[in-house]
């Protein structure tokens, strides 16, 4: 069965200190795995999209990174607007209707 | 920037009553989704619709519920006879192949 584990569930942190997210899958062929974000009471926000292990992305104070069992969204420096809950999903080679599964994500607090 | 909007933001209906929940996916897209969130669960995929066809549906998309695209712009979500437990936030969402998917602010449906 398709799965995706996100850890930790909740994340506190200072502002500007460094730390990473995790999100575990197992997946019968991976298509693709995506980082949202997503604030109280809204919509999932894309972030990144990964294809293959090895390949990462980077958007301001956010990196994502991925191997063949594991992805990390790496925070630098996080500021209170950085705080959401960012949520892993990957599509499964399974489908190819764009189907996404998701982890159960991780609420990050950053205080100043 | 193009957006996937909703409506309505709340819904609240008895027991047994008919909802139809309404989307407007980006102007390009060609892949529509809808998913749905329990308060405190994870995001859960209910239905992809392409080339005016459902092409995936979850355990979930029982004979309740049905999708329409009734023009070039909308996209519906309909629950026949609604439970308890359908209570949720829904959420719409697109994307121009089945890739990136951007996703709606949400129906926040309350069945009492």
């Known amino acids: 069965e398709d799965q995706v584990t996100q850890s930790p569930e909740a994340l506190r942190l200072q502002e500007g200190e460094s730390s990473s997210l995790n999100c575990s899958y197992t997946?019968?062929?991976?298509?693709?795995l995506f980082w949202y974000r997503q604030d109280p009471g809204k919509g999932p926000e894309f972030l990144f999209t990964l294809y293959s292990a090895g390949e990462e992305k980077e958007k301001e104070r956010l990196k994502a990174t991925l191997t063949k069992k594991e992805s990390f969204l790496h925070i630098t420096a996080p500021k209170p607007e950085d705080s959401a809950t960012y949520l892993c999903?990957?599509?499964?080679?399974?489908?190819?209707?764009?189907?996404?599964?998701f982890g159960q994500g991780t609420t990050l607090q950053v205080k100043p | 920037e193009p957006e996937v909007t909703q409506t309505p933001s709340h819904q609240v209906t008895q027991m047994g009553q008919e909802v139809i929940l309404r989307c407007v996916p980006i102007s390009n897209h060609l892949y529509f989704y809808w998913y749905r969130q329990i308060l405190g669960q994870k995001v859960e995929f209910l239905v992809s619709f392409y080339n005016n066809e459902i092409s995936e549906k979850s355990e979930i998309f029982d004979d309740q519920f049905s999708v329409e695209r009734p023009d070039g712009s909308n996209f519906t979500l309909k629950i026949r006879s609604t439970k308890l437990e359908d209570s949720a936030m829904y959420f719409c969402?697109?994307?121009?192949?089945?890739?990136?998917?951007?996703f709606g602010p949400g129906t926040r449906l309350t069945v009492l």
């Open positions: 999903a990957v599509q499964a080679g399974s489908s190819n209707t764009g189907k996404l599964i």
């Open positions: 969402a697109s994307s121009l192949m089945s890739d990136e998917q951007f």
């Open positions: 997946v019968s062929g991976l298509r693709g």
